[in-house]
């Protein structure tokens, strides 16, 4: 591949990165400061523990989409050999998994299944 594309493509990686580590810092500080606001209206405790831990696990959920997009990008154009490809592989593994579960924590239920 071309060093103007091996270029093109590490600073896709950087800045995709980077808005996904600023999606997860802003929409934890939201969530926070929701929290505080909620206590300050005096919203019940269980309420508010519930609210900010959906707010919090979205923006971590969105913030590893991009991770993922990030990584696919760098493994694809940067760094094409079986090496980066097998180590794509594990890191999607793991970031599947943790979106699973975090979907199960939020929610309750798999993806698949519907609402009742």
Same mark, same amino acid.
């Given at each position: 591949?071309?060093? !103007?594309?091996?270029?093109?493509?590490?600073w896709c990686t +950087?800045?995709?990165?980077a808005?996904?580590?600023g999606?997860?810092?802003v929409?934890?500080f939201y969530a926070?400061?929701?929290a505080?606001? #909620?206590?300050?209206? *005096?919203v019940e405790?269980?309420?508010i523990? *519930? &609210? @900010?831990r #959906?707010?919090?696990? *979205?923006?971590?959920?969105l913030?590893?989409e991009?991770?993922?997009?990030a &990584?696919?990008? $760098?493994s694809v154009?940067v760094e094409?050999?079986?090496?980066? +490809?097998?180590?794509l592989a594990?890191i999607?593994l793991?970031? @599947?998994f943790? !979106?699973? !579960?975090l979907? +199960?924590?939020?929610?309750g *239920?798999?993806?698949w #299944? $519907?609402r009742?």
């Amino acid at each position: 591949m071309s060093e !103007s594309v091996k270029r093109i493509g590490e600073w896709c990686t +950087v800045i995709i990165e980077a808005v996904g580590v600023g999606l997860i810092a802003v929409l934890a500080f939201y969530a926070l400061a929701f929290a505080i606001f #909620q206590l300050y209206r *005096r919203v019940e405790t269980e309420r508010i523990f *519930r &609210d @900010t831990r #959906q707010r919090l696990g *979205r923006g971590i959920l969105l913030g590893l989409e991009f991770f993922v997009a990030a &990584d696919v990008i $760098h493994s694809v154009v940067v760094e094409v050999n079986f090496e980066t +490809v097998g180590v794509l592989a594990i890191i999607m593994l793991i970031r @599947t998994f943790l !979106s699973f !579960s975090l979907e +199960v924590e939020l929610n309750g *239920r798999w993806p698949w #299944q $519907h609402r009742e």
